[in-house]
């Protein structure tokens, strides 16, 4: 169990909306101040003032920028210096998901959900580490991830199913690699999140439909209670938990029928 009092700042992406919106204000209830990153500077304003109205009486700060251009994660360790701030925790939520099937993909719609599902925070990963050896301080990433990670293929979703492959992998390999290599004041935590409803992005009408589905409220509540818990590997839900172990077994065939009559309907 973590100490609350030795708490400082957590960096959220995407933290204005959604789930990072919720995350956001779950790690605001455990005493953490917040650095929420996103594109839009109002949406970012507006939770910061939400959250502030709770009276948890935290700092918060905000910078908008875009994830996508490589600049960015060289000036969010800018902004981190030049506000003196002690960034204890990542969390990777921004993302994309697009309903689109492998022969539909476009060119351009790859790239960008390239960017945003696996550069993006594999980057920030990378900065945070280089930021905390300079530093020579401890701290933690949070990933949110999918349970996309543990089936077979995805009739709809291939795109970005095997982008979170990608962060999930390449998040496994730093960890062993910085391990093996004898430094061990990083600790990654991945999160692998089964159907949410009033995300507002493409999947939240499946979402509706599909058994064990979370709010986003709910679902930020048991990630942050398990982190805070200490559990490296964090499956929010009973029904999603049989998912994560599942999934694997499941014949491919079945599990794509499956997937197109759930995404069809």
């Known amino acids: 169990m973590k100490n609350n009092k030795d708490l400082g700042y957590?960096?959220?992406?995407?933290?204005?909306?959604?789930?990072?919106?919720?995350?956001?204000?779950?790690?605001?209830?455990?005493?953490?101040?917040?650095?929420?990153?996103?594109?839009?500077?109002?949406?970012?304003d507006t939770a910061k003032d939400e959250i502030k109205l709770k009276g948890y009486h935290i700092d918060i700060q905000t910078l908008s920028l875009d994830l996508t251009n490589i600049e960015s994660y060289s000036k969010i360790f800018e902004f981190v210096k030049e506000n003196n701030i002690s960034l204890k925790l990542v969390v990777n939520n921004a993302g994309a998901s697009k309903l689109e099937r492998s022969s539909e993909l476009k060119i351009e719609g790859?790239?960008?959900?390239?960017?945003?599902?696996?550069?993006?925070?594999?980057?920030?990963?990378?900065?945070y580490v280089e930021y905390l050896k300079t530093n020579n301080l401890v701290?933690?990433?949070?990933?949110?991830?999918?349970?996309?990670?543990?089936?077979?293929?995805?009739?709809?979703?291939s795109l970005y199913r095997s982008l979170k492959i990608g962060l999930d992998d390449l998040s496994k390999e730093l960890d062993k690699d910085l391990r093996e290599n004898g430094y061990i004041n990083l600790d990654i935590y991945?999160?692998?999140l089964g159907a949410i409803t009033g995300t507002g992005i493409a999947t939240a009408k499946v979402a509706d439909k599909s058994p064990g589905k979370l709010t986003t409220n709910e679902v930020a509540k048991i990630i942050v209670k398990e982190y805070m818990s200490g559990n490296?590997?964090?499956?929010p839900g009973f029904i999603n938990k049989l998912a994560y172990f599942s999934s694997p077994l499941v014949p491919d065939f079945i599990a794509r029928n499956s997937l197109r009559k759930l995404y069809k309907d």
């Not at 790859?110 to 900065?127: G, H, N, R």
């Not at 701290?139 to 979703?157: A, D, M, Q, W, Y």
């Open 190 to 192: 991945n999160t692998y």
């Open 10 to 44: 957590a960096l959220v992406t995407g933290g204005a909306k959604g789930i990072g919106r919720a995350l956001s204000e779950e790690l605001a209830k455990n005493r953490f101040n917040l650095l929420l990153i996103g594109r839009d500077q109002v949406a970012l």
């Open 110 to 127: 790859i790239y960008q959900e390239t960017l945003l599902d696996l550069i993006a925070p594999v980057s920030l990963m990378i900065k």
């Open 232 to 235: 490296k590997v964090i499956v």
């Open 139 to 157: 701290g933690e990433v949070i990933n949110i991830n999918s349970l996309v990670v543990r089936s077979k293929s995805h009739p709809v979703l």
